[in-house]
């Protein structure tokens, strides 16, 4: 008996007399392109080394379209932002050793914020490989153990037929909930090599879902149905799945509130009724958490800052949907329910009961009340009036990226993403230079709409050679740098605890005068034309920079005194 899949396992002719007369001249960087491209990559992104010059010699005779950034992180940035906006995984190809490593904090990033990215790194030649201590240029004794505590997964090549093989595996693994980094590594000689192995074509490499049991389903939708104070908190997880209009239709039918995590900004409305908005460094949000007697957390592990520095203690039952088994009742006891976020409120919606509550908007305006008032008697106006021109400025679809700055740490409590998968930070690993080229990323992505990129002047040093890129490929990025005059949250910081800071104040260039050394137009604003100068540049193409001179605060905490 013939089965449907012999069938399409069977090469046709077309097929068998191709492989059987490769054409010449291909070698293995040949290889891994047709791979990629076989898989479904357009775009990728890197810098060339001397190691890695087969992958970046086949990419001229392939058509991927390639980006090209000035400094290894930044690439990994660039190709975080392309993963997370697009939801596809992004080829970062990098050279041996040093150049590896500066992608580091960068993949550390994309696996903290679940980013599907492929990094493809060159290694020595084959007979280096084993730990000896051969002399080879950029040689290290264990390239790999350097990179396995970072990402999810790594893949090793030693020879031309294992590439298709391990960039497929790599790339499942890149794409099964919880997305995230992986790293795959190949000799020189292999990349260098001719090989008269057939053209890859397509390549099967269908990321495995993550489906709920349906027993723990089952029970969570009992409790909530049951629940006379339900909540919902929806982190990340729900973005990444795509999954903010089935939590909507949860909340409407449980009457739960919800509020997002930093990591979740989009993932709910936030002028609706139900939402608690992102204030979740306020007091008055946690006392609310905990009050709850059935809170349900979809695709957050409740980290440090989901959980206002770990003072939040639930005293009612919690429901945890996490696609991380790492972060599954890491933080709290739970019914843990080892999901994709999509599939689990997909499940609960099915079998959770009507929940009328009509004095559940009433709870949610009292406590955005109470946190208004408390920012209110901070005399934080400036602060305000900033993120409110920011949001003015900033068409609806438009993506942001936010730097570790004091203005995005107010973006991430109080500002309106309006639609999910537009608000990014570098929240989960915390590292500077994010903001620039992650949007620089994001619009090699998508050329069609402005991206806008905020950093701090500490911060934005460490992105400085990537205007070059955002010229040389002519994205569509306007980078907002705030100068302070130095890192301005470490300042307050360490003010606060030891009463003067240390190490915090810098030297600057003048950011619009370097930027036009460039070729990019640049302006200085104040806080009275920054919605006016951010909304042109924004509606011109191209890159471009708007410099902020302010001295920004930021809102008391609440987590140290209870405040």
């Keep these: 008996m013939t089965h449907d899949h012999d069938l399409e396992l069977r090469p046709t002719p077309a097929q068998t007399e191709a492989a059987l007369n490769p054409p010449a001249g291909r070698t293995g960087g040949d290889l891994v392109v047709e791979t990629l491209r076989g898989l479904g990559a357009s775009t990728v992104f890197g810098l060339p080394g001397q190691h890695a010059l087969g992958m970046f010699d086949a990419l001229r005779r392939s058509d991927l379209a390639y980006v090209g950034l000035r400094v290894e992180n930044n690439a990994g940035f660039a190709a975080d932002a392309y993963g997370r906006v697009t939801g596809e995984v992004a080829p970062l190809l990098l050279s041996t050793g040093p150049g590896a490593l500066m992608s580091l904090a960068a993949l550390q990033e994309a696996a903290a914020a679940s980013a599907p990215v492929l990094a493809i790194g060159s290694q020595v030649p084959v007979a280096g490989l084993g730990g000896g201590r051969h002399g080879y240029l950029h040689e290290l004794r264990d390239q790999q153990a350097s990179f396995r505590d970072v990402v999810k997964s790594v893949h090793t090549v030693r020879t031309q ?3 298709p093989s391990a960039l497929a595996a790599a790339w499942e693994s890149a794409l099964t909930a919880p997305h995230g980094p992986v790293w795959v590594e190949i000799p020189q000689d292999v990349l260098l090599a001719e090989t008269s192995l057939p053209v890859v074509t397509a390549v099967d490499a269908t990321p495995r879902e993550l489906v709920p049991r349906p027993e723990l389903t089952a029970v969570a939708a009992d409790l909530l149905t049951r629940a006379e104070r339900p909540v919902i908190v929806a982190g990340g997880g729900v973005v990444r799945a795509d999954a903010a209009g089935k939590l909507r239709a949860l909340a409407e039918k449980l009457n739960a509130p919800v509020v997002t995590t930093f990591g979740g900004k989009g993932a709910f409305p936030w002028e609706h009724p139900l939402s608690l908005q992102s204030w979740l460094e306020d007091r008055h949000t946690t006392d609310f958490l905990e009050d709850a007697d059935v809170l349900l957390v979809v695709g957050s592990g409740l980290g440090e800052l989901s ?36 599939l689990a409120l997909s499940a609960l919606l099915e079998t959770v009961g009507e929940r009328p509550d009509p004095a559940a908007p009433e709870r949610v305006a009292a406590v955005l009340a109470r946190v208004r008032e408390r920012i209110a008697a901070q005399d934080l106006t400036l602060e305000q009036q900033v993120l409110a021109s920011v949001r003015a400025a900033l068409p609806s679809d438009s993506p942001s990226f936010w730097d570790m700055t004091i203005l995005a740490y107010w973006a991430w409590s109080a500002f309106d993403a309006r639609r999910p998968n537009t608000m990014h930070s570098a929240q989960g690993a915390g590292g500077l230079g994010y903001g620039f080229p992650a949007a620089l990323g994001a619009a090699a992505a998508d050329p069609t709409r402005p991206v806008l990129a905020v950093s701090g002047d500490g911060g934005a040093m460490y992105s400085i050679a990537e205007l070059a890129t955002a010229r040389q490929y002519d994205l569509n990025v306007t980078w907002l740098i705030v100068d302070d005059g130095g890192y301005g949250i470490l300042r307050e910081y360490m003010t606060d605890a030891f009463g003067e800071p240390t190490a915090t104040e810098l030297t600057r260039p003048d950011f619009v005068a370097l930027a036009h050394s460039f070729g990019v137009p640049a302006t200085r604003t104040t806080p009275d034309h920054l919605r006016d100068d951010l909304t042109k540049a924004l509606s011109e193409p191209g890159p471009s920079v708007v410099v902020l001179p302010a001295l920004l605060r930021m809102f008391a905490p609440t987590h140290v005194d209870g405040g």
């Design 307 to 342: 959980s206002n520095y770990h003072t939040f203690r639930p005293r009612g039952r919690v429901i945890q949907i996490e696609a991380d088994p790492g972060k599954l009742e890491s933080n709290h006891p739970a019914l843990g329910i080892h999901a994709d976020a999509r």
């Design 161 to 163: 037929s294992q590439i």
